[in-house]
């Protein structure tokens, strides 16, 4: 199922930008000793930055209880996620393991996710036994008791959470878990946080969407033009047609744009058509992306997953060719392998 194995490439926590005038003081110790500190909001932007001083730090934001920052220490190691929702928050870091005090809703998010961690190790664990013996009708069961329990308890706790980065947390895992009527329904009873979030709102508006819409940036970089259309307008009719199934929320997918803008740049006056299919994204985000990164080609919305099913797309970034035929020649390219593939089509 695509929206379950996303996960793996889908980031833990998505949350709002902090506004308010109270300040947050985040004070740590770090062991074994390392060179400083990083402090990030939820689209990357550096809040703060310190260096470490007998394995001590001490970083400051606003505080707000409706958004979430990251901790980053440098050498870079896995970051800390935290909710400014207190005046003042303790975080340890020994040896890889991290310990937050002094903030509730920061102390509940790491509960809820080392209950996840807990969750997939356990059935994992499980899982692969089963595996093992060769009962593959017993993994199949096992994997669904695990989402069922894994739904039960992240709508348990979304439900007491719908204004805040732990409310986020738990419904990024209902994306995959819950239904798509009960994920409309609860996506609806959610607040600003819930819906800045631009992977679960993405798969809020796939689910509502109409469908046969196609976006595309003008040349100037301003405005985008809406038309109607599908993959059968695109494929089958003569030309070579690569496919980016991508997502603006997917930071590997970010990274492989660049070369994607650059084939479409390289060989669109040799007749290269490229189409892009934003994958559980929030429209306004795939046209900040698309701004950003300079994405002219279309982008064609895909509401409910359906075309990213129906290739059998398991995880983004995903890249297809298709040739003058509508059959696919290439699955799976990356980086510089995209131009690779290309060059001898259009050299000939």
Known sequence: MLRKVLLATSCLMGVVACSTNSTCTITGSVSPQLDSVYLLDAAGKRLDATAVQDGVFTLTCERNPQCG????????GDPVNL????????????DGMVTVGGSPLSEELQE???????????????SMALSESGDETGVEALMEEMEKAMAEHCKEVYLNHLQDPVGVQAMSMLVYYASDKEFVSLYEQGGECIHADARIAGRYESLTASRGTVIQLDTAGKDFIETKGDMSDYIGHGSYVLVDFWASWCGPCREETPFVVKAYNDYKDKGLV???????DKLDATK???RQLGIHYPQLLDPGDALAEEYGVTGIPHLFLFGPDGKVLQDGMRGEGIDAVLRPLFQK
């Open 112 to 126: 809820l996710q080392q209950w996840m961690m807990n969750l997939f190790t356990s059935y994992s664990n499980k």
């Open 288 to 290: 900040e992306a698309m």
């Open 83 to 94: 909710i400014p929702d207190s005046e003042e928050i303790n975080v340890t870091i020994k």
């Open 69 to 76: 920052v990251s901790v980053i220490t440098v050498p870079k």
């Open 274 to 280: 490229v189409l892009g299919i934003p994958v559980q």
